[in-house]
């Protein structure tokens, strides 16, 4: 089992960026492909990015593209999103999810793992 445990949300202006940080309990975090979704009020949750679990391939969703990276710190126990030229379209809670395996998905419910959340507002 791994906890997960999100940080580093805020508020900022359109054009600024922020970074999220997930920390993961346990020994086996390196044994996990890792990803980030976000929810928006009123809207499903919504796939951003995935990470393989060796660290080597990742996905992301066409609204984040060019603008997120996602990467991961296996000694540090630790995933990361970088976020950049953020928009006022971007604003959610954003989760930090882990699947035992390869490689992620685009679908929330193949992930076995979830952090509470942490809120991103991009204001206009």
């Known amino acids: 089992q791994v906890q997960l445990v999100e940080s580093g949300g805020g508020w900022v202006q359109a054009g600024g960026s922020l970074r999220l940080s997930c920390a993961a309990s346990?020994?086996?975090?390196?044994?996990?492909?890792m990803g980030w979704f976000r929810q928006a009020p009123g809207k499903e949750r919504e796939f951003v990015a995935r990470?393989?679990?060796?660290?080597?391939?990742?996905y992301y969703a066409d609204s984040v593209k060019g603008r997120f990276t996602i990467s991961r710190d296996d000694a540090k126990n630790t995933l990361y999103l970088q976020m950049n030229s953020l928009r006022p379209e971007d604003t959610a809670a954003y989760y930090c999810?882990?699947?035992?395996?390869?490689?992620?998905?685009?679908?929330?419910?193949?992930?076995?793992?979830w952090g509470q959340g942490t809120q991103v507002t991009v204001s206009s």
């Open positions: 990470i393989s679990r060796s660290g080597g391939w990742t």
């Open positions: 999810t882990a699947r035992r395996g390869n490689s992620g998905t685009d679908r929330p419910d193949e992930y076995d793992y």
């Open positions: 346990g020994r086996t975090f390196s044994t996990y492909a």
